[in-house]
């Protein structure tokens, strides 16, 4: 069974950046895409993007993440494999970026039969206030 | 303003047969398999059907899923109270660089 659990500050001021920590209770996390997903307060859910794991180093940085293009240009995620976590920050907030942020892991392909968000944190309110 | 298209309400009786309809276009559902996720209040959304019609262990056979075209559905048959939640689709989109898009959900109230 994989347990997630979403980190990180409740309010964050507008223009600010927004930093949030996922820690995975799994044996590896190679192999796997890492993602956030965010849902507005009353509202439905928005997928934020992802980052592949490949398993060769303890830091996946670039060449395997995809991005919502609405927030592409303020957005990165990370995967530290060495600490079991990975990471989100969005950049230049607003009030619009208030919502609960869900981490999750996507299965892709092969033995998972399949395209989905299989396993998910429970969420943590990210209020976006000065 | 959902990508997907989901009717905002639905509802049923015990031991009745429920749909939820989501609809897209070819560059989602038309091209792509969907998934349904079943969310309670104050929790997070749980994976209920993958690939337009297959159940993760764990979920009962009442619920199904099916596509057609740039449409999909979920039915909930035999109704129990416990199945009052909201209920989400979602596909990849080709469109872009491609991306994941989500209905704006269905409330399932049990009457």
């Known amino acids: 069974q994989v347990q997630l659990q979403e980190s990180g500050p409740g309010v964050v001021k507008p223009s600010e950046t927004l930093s949030l920590t996922c820690s995975v209770s799994v044996g590896s996390m190679s192999g796997y895409y890492w993602s956030w997903i965010r849902q507005p307060p009353g509202k439905g859910l928005e997928w934020i993007g992802y980052m592949f794991h490949r398993g060769s180093t303890s830091m996946s940085y670039s060449g395997s993440t995809n991005y919502n293009p609405s927030l592409k240009s303020r957005v990165f995620i990370s995967v530290d494999s060495s600490k079991s976590q990975f990471s989100l920050t969005l950049r230049s907030v607003t009030a619009a970026d208030t919502a609960v942020y869900y981490c999750?892991?996507?299965?892709?392909?092969?033995?998972?039969?399949?395209?989905?968000?299989?396993?998910w944190g429970q969420g943590t309110l990210v209020t976006v206030s000065s | 303003q959902s990508v997907l298209t989901q009717p905002p309400s639905a509802s049923g009786t015990p031991g009745q047969r429920v749909t939820i309809s989501c609809s897209g276009s070819s560059s989602n559902i038309g091209s792509n398999s969907v998934n349904w996720y079943q969310q309670f209040p104050g929790t997070a959304p749980k994976l209920l059907i993958y690939t337009n019609n297959q159940r993760p262990s764990g979920v009962p056979d009442r619920f199904s899923g099916s596509k057609s075209g740039t449409s999909a559905s979920l039915a909930i048959s035999g109704l129990q109270s416990e199945d009052e939640a909201d209920y989400y689709c979602a596909a990849w989109d080709d469109s872009l660089n491609g991306l994941w898009v989500f209905g704006g959900g269905t409330r399932l109230t049990v009457l």
């Open positions: 999750a892991r996507y299965c892709s392909g092969g033995t998972c039969y399949g395209y989905y968000f299989d396993y």
